[in-house]
């Protein structure tokens, strides 16, 4: 039934090859990637192709509504891995608009155990409940909430011990908040960059 997966896997692993001999050998020996990608598991959004990166130059993680959450053990051991192992340069959460998961937090209906996973959603659109009241358009708002929600994640990673411990020792590393879009392949960025502890004491 999956045949046909088997032989996309096949061309692409020659196509690989046949422009670069070495590249799987390469790649079986290290990898060093620069960048950490925390995204949304939404199939839309495929980490590497939306910025044109090959494999060994994206670490990744993905779940439902690109969330950081602090107790979190898998984000939690990603993001020690990447930035005292890997020792990746940038952090970047990257949101959607139009995410099913951000709709789902705050549109009522119970679902069972993604309600809970989605609860910091729930706080994100309560601390800023007056600014979203204020737009009355459907689809607006939630893109808005969508951006508030990287905000928030950005602010998850900036304040973990892993990143705090990487900026007190000097290492290189920065924060960033993007949000892509499905309807035109783009990605925005927020422009709430964090590159050093001064920086997120800033942020307040
Ligand atoms: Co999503």
């Known amino acids: 039934m999956l045949d046909h ?24 020996r290290q990898q060093a990637p620069k960048y950490l990608w925390i995204g949304c598991a939404d199939s839309r959004v495929p980490a590497n192709e939306i910025v044109g990166l090959d494999p060994g130059e994206l670490f990744v993680h993905r779940n439902v509504a690109n969330l950081a959450p602090p107790q ?4 939690l051991s990603v993001l020690q891995f990447a930035v005292d192992v890997l ?5 970047i959460v990257v949101g959607h608009y139009g995410c099913g ?3 789902a937090a705050v549109d009522g209906h119970r679902r069972g155990l993604v309600d809970h996973w ?8 309560r601390t800023h409940r007056d600014e979203l009241a ?8 939630l893109d808005r909430l969508c951006e508030l929600n990287v905000i928030h994640q950005v602010h998850n990673v900036a304040s973990d011990v892993f990143v705090q411990d990487a900026w007190a020792r000097g290492q290189t590393l920065a924060v960033h908040g993007w949000v892509y879009s499905l309807s035109n392949g783009l990605v925005k960025d927020l422009k709430v960059t964090v590159g050093n502890a001064s ?5 307040g």
């Open 101 to 103: 998961g951000v709709a």
């Open 118 to 125: 989605l609860h910091p959603i729930r706080e994100v659109h």
């Open 72 to 75: 979190d053990a898998n984000y």
């Open 134 to 141: 204020a737009i009355a358009d459907d689809k607006a708002r």
């Open 199 to 203: 920086d997120f004491e800033k942020l």
């Open 5 to 28: 997966l088997i032989a996309n896997n096949r061309a692409w692993s020659e196509r690989k090859k046949s422009v670069d001999h070495g590249f799987f050998r390469r790649l079986e």
């Open 87 to 91: 020792k990746v340069q940038h952090i």
